[in-house]
């Protein structure tokens, strides 16, 4: 089975902080994305990544930024944290264009 | 206008009840998920098609690309069934999904 990790399912942070969330795929896949999901909007694209070292801007990137340092890790970096950015992250993965994707558990972060 | 639009937003059903969800769409795709999302967060994909219908277990996916449209359905419903099911589709060979908000369901005994 794909088997996609978040690191936390929990968070609180501080706002201000600097709030890193991981994310590992063990399927060799390609591509790696980051959503956010709240009430009423649905799952929104950060970012996502279709190679190591490569990534694109998804529809709001707007206070975060992204590394793939290896394939099978997507790291989501929160500068500096605060509260509207608290919601539920969910990590996806995916190969080939023809494939599924597959998603983490979640993580749901809450800055206080 | 949602590029992704699902009906209904809310649905509550009784054990044994045939449920439809649907999903409409406004841009040419090159695939439709269905996706299923329980309480606790972790989503997990049903279905991925481009046309015509797949079955797994008690779930059937329809797609009609020509009217833009979409169902799944859910045979013989039972409370384990209650998540969120969520609509997405890809456009192009383009990585990206757009998601539909979603459809909760709650399925009592």
């Known amino acids: 089975d794909v088997k996609v990790t978040q690191s936390s399912r929990y968070l609180v942070k501080r706002t201000g902080e600097k709030v890193f969330l991981e994310c590992v795929q063990d399927m060799d896949h390609e591509n790696m994305f980051w959503y956010r999901q709240d009430p009423g909007l649905g799952l929104r694209l950060i970012y996502f990544?279709?190679?190591?070292?490569?990534?694109e801007k998804g529809d709001i990137p707007e206070g975060y930024s992204v590394s793939r340092e290896k394939k099978e890790r997507f790291s989501l970096i929160l500068e500096s944290a605060s509260t509207n950015q608290t919601s539920m992250y969910l990590c996806?993965?995916?190969?080939?264009?023809?494939?599924?994707?597959?998603f983490g558990q979640g993580t749901r972060l809450t800055v206080v | 206008k949602n590029e992704v639009e699902q009906s209904p937003q809310n649905l509550t059903a009784q054990e044994g009840e045939f449920i439809t969800i649907n999903c409409s769409y406004s841009?040419?795709?090159?695939?439709l998920h269905w996706l299923q999302q329980h309480p606790g967060g972790g989503i997990v994909s049903l279905f991925m098609l481009s046309s015509g219908k797949k079955k797994h277990g008690r779930l059937i996916a329809t797609i009609n690309i020509q009217e833009k449209h979409s169902s799944l359905h859910i045979t013989a419903s039972h409370p384990r069934d209650s998540a969120v099911y969520i609509c997405?589709?890809?456009?192009?060979?383009?990585?990206?999904?757009?998601f539909g908000t979603g459809t909760r369901l709650q399925v009592t005994l």
């Open positions: 841009v040419g795709i090159s695939a």
């Open positions: 996806a993965s995916r190969g080939g264009a023809g494939d599924g994707a597959f």
């Open positions: 997405a589709v890809r456009t192009g060979t383009a990585s990206k999904l757009t």
């Open positions: 990544s279709y190679d190591v070292k490569m990534k």
